[in-house]
């Protein structure tokens, strides 16, 4: 069964740094794409960054240039290096195992001062 379990959320002032990361279980890691979501209150959950396979990555304009995704296939985890918060990027973030239905639990994000 596959599991992820997200951690390193909080609250940070705006401009401030925040590093996101997921442990992955029940799957073999090393197959599957591995992406991050957030939601905010109120609104859709929406796709924010994914690492394929090969290591190559691809970021939703509204992050680009400020998040780094990057996955440990050793150690089956996968990290969102987060920079220049802005209060609009407060939300739940989660992973996803890339093409399928398995997501975490999430952990919040709040970006204020």
């Known amino acids: 069964q596959a599991q992820l379990v997200e951690s390193g959320g909080g609250l940070v002032q705006p401009g401030g740094s925040l590093r996101l990361s997921c442990a992955a279980s029940g799957k073999i890691f090393g197959f599957y794409a591995m992406e991050w979501y957030h939601q905010a209150p109120e609104k859709a959950r929406e796709w924010v960054a994914t690492?394929?396979?090969?290591?190559?990555?691809n970021y939703a304009t509204s992050v680009r240039g400020r998040f780094t995704i990057t996955r440990d296939n050793a150690k089956n985890t996968v990290s969102l290096e987060m920079n220049s918060l802005k209060p609009e990027d407060t939300a739940v973030y989660y992973c996803?195992?890339?093409?399928?239905?398995?997501w975490g639990q999430g952990t919040q994000v709040t970006v204020s001062s």
């Open positions: 996803r195992y890339g093409g399928t239905n398995d």
């Open positions: 690492v394929y396979t090969t290591g190559g990555t």
